[in-house]
Nanobody, 124 residues
């Protein structure tokens, strides 16, 4: 089992940067692929980024490609989301999730464990 805890969310101006962290407990962390999702008020949860267990492959939503970077440190059981050139439409609760199921990485249904989320607010 894996427990996840996100941190790093806050209020930031448009054009600014933030780095979110997702700390994982459990010795099996390195065997999980990891994803970041976000959910804005009144909207469905949306895929943001994905990274394989080794960190060798990543994937991004088109809306964040070129601005966000996902990375992981298996030794420290942490996944990061570096967010640059932030826009007001990036405002949402950001959650990390651990995936071991077969299936597309952009579907929340294919993830086993979720964190509580951290609020990111981008002001215009």
């Amino acid at each position: 089992q894996v427990q996840l805890a996100e941190s790093g969310g806050r209020l930031v101006q448009a054009g600014g940067s933030l780095r979110l962290s997702c700390a994982a407990s459990g010795r099996t962390f390195s065997s999980y692929a990891m994803g970041w999702f976000r959910q804005a008020p009144g909207k469905e949860r949306e895929f943001v980024a994905y990274i394989t267990w080794s960190g060798g492959n990543t994937d991004y939503a088109d809306s964040v490609k070129g601005r966000f970077t996902i990375s992981r440190d298996n030794a420290n059981h942490t996944v990061y989301l570096q967010m640059n050139s932030l826009k007001p439409e990036d405002t949402a609760v950001y959650s990390c999730a651990a995936k071991s199921r077969v299936g597309v990485q952009s579907s929340p249904r294919n993830y086993d464990y979720w964190g509580q989320g951290t609020q990111v607010t981008v002001s215009s």
